[in-house]
Nanobody, 122 residues
């Protein structure tokens, strides 16, 4: 069982930055691929970024490439999402998720955090 707790969301102006953190419980954190997904009102949950258990492999949604960076610190059981050059269309609830396989679809993840709101004003 893995428990995930996100933090770092908030309100920011377009062009600004935020860093999301996701703290995980358990002693097997490094065995899980981690992902960040988001859900805007009235839309389906959307993949944003993922990282392998070792941190050596990452993958991003095309629209966030070059602006967002996913990273992890296995010693701290934490995964991060650095978001720069934020746009109003990035507004959503952001969720971190853990799974045994690095995937880009929500059903592929086994454990989910409660979500953190990110709002980007124009």
């Amino acid at each position: 069982q893995v428990q995930l707790v996100e933090s770092g969301g908030g309100l920011v102006q377009a062009g600004g930055s935020l860093r999301l953190s996701c703290a995980a419980s358990g002693r097997t954190f490094s065995s899980y691929a981690m992902g960040w997904l988001r859900q805007a009102p009235g839309k389906e949950r959307e993949f944003v970024a993922r990282i392998s258990g070792s941190g050596s492999s990452t993958y991003y949604l095309d629209s966030v490439k070059g602006r967002f960076t996913i990273s992890r610190d296995n010693a701290k059981n934490t995964v991060y999402l650095q978001m720069n050059s934020l746009k109003p269309e990035d507004t959503a609830v952001y969720y971190c998720a853990a799974g045994k396989v690095a995937v880009t679809s929500a059903p592929g993840y086994n454990y989910w955090g409660q979500g953190t709101q990110v709002t980007v004003s124009s």
